[in-house]
């Protein structure tokens, strides 16, 4: 029998849950089942339990590295009211609706997230809770509402954020679905200042 360092099994790990990611979120959970979850990782069904106490544990896992990785990119962005509106135009973007695999498990996932087991739920409201700080954070200052309030005002901007990429996601027609993404940017906007 191979015995792989810790290191190794980090990295398949990391492999599962970053193309486990893509797969959940182009497919939905429901969708995706273990062996095929495993299959674009490179590998076999039964190495899957070495990683994972269920599937409910690895999309727990799932959930929230999507959600750290979309509040790293903030990082990337300029602070205040401009950063905001760079988040708000960047997530109600044309290529972030035609990227479901690459883009915001809440616009792809959010549904069946409100349907997932205890585990799942909590991965998504601590990411969640993070994401409407970090933005609540930029605006800090700069707003006439503060604490709680801001951080309500934020969460709602950000309901209308995941809302809004979900309809123009289900539009056959890709004018109105652009105009629905238009109209959602300055709607967030509006929220937020």
């Known amino acids: 029998m191979v015995r792989y360092s810790e290191g190794h099994k980090a990295e398949t790990r990391r492999r599962i849950v970053e193309s486990a990611g893509r797969r959940l979120k182009s497919d939905g959970i429901d ?3 273990v062996a095929v979850l495993m299959k674009d990782a490179g590998l076999t069904n ?5 990683h994972f106490a269920s599937k409910e544990a690895l999309v727990a896992e799932v959930i929230g590295s999507e959600l750290r990785t979309q509040l790293a990119a903030y990082d990337q962005i300029p602070p205040g009211r401009p950063g905001i509106e760079v988040m708000v135009r960047r997530y109600l973007s044309v290529e972030h609706r035609d990227a479901v695999d690459l883009g915001c498990p ?4 959010i549904d069946e997230i409100v349907r997932g087991g205890p585990a799942v739920r909590v991965a998504y409201d601590d990411g969640l809770t993070a994401l ?4 609540a954070s930029r605006l800090e200052g700069e707003s006439e509402l503060h604490g709680e309030s ?3 005002q934020v969460m ?3 309901a209308l954020m995941i809302g809004t990429m979900q309809m123009a996601r289900s539009l ?3 004018t109105r679905s652009r105009e ?3 109209r959602g940017i300055d709607n967030v906007l509006a929220l937020l200042t």
Not at 46 to 50: D, E, H, K, T, V
């Open 31 to 33: 969708g995706s089942g």
């Open 46 to 50: 039964g190495a899957f339990y070495a």
């Open 106 to 109: 809440s616009a792809a996932l």
């Open 132 to 135: 409407v700080e970090a933005m």
């Open 150 to 152: 801001l951080r309500l």
């Open 156 to 158: 709602s901007a950000y």
């Open 172 to 174: 056959v027609d890709d």
């Open 180 to 182: 629905v993404l238009a």
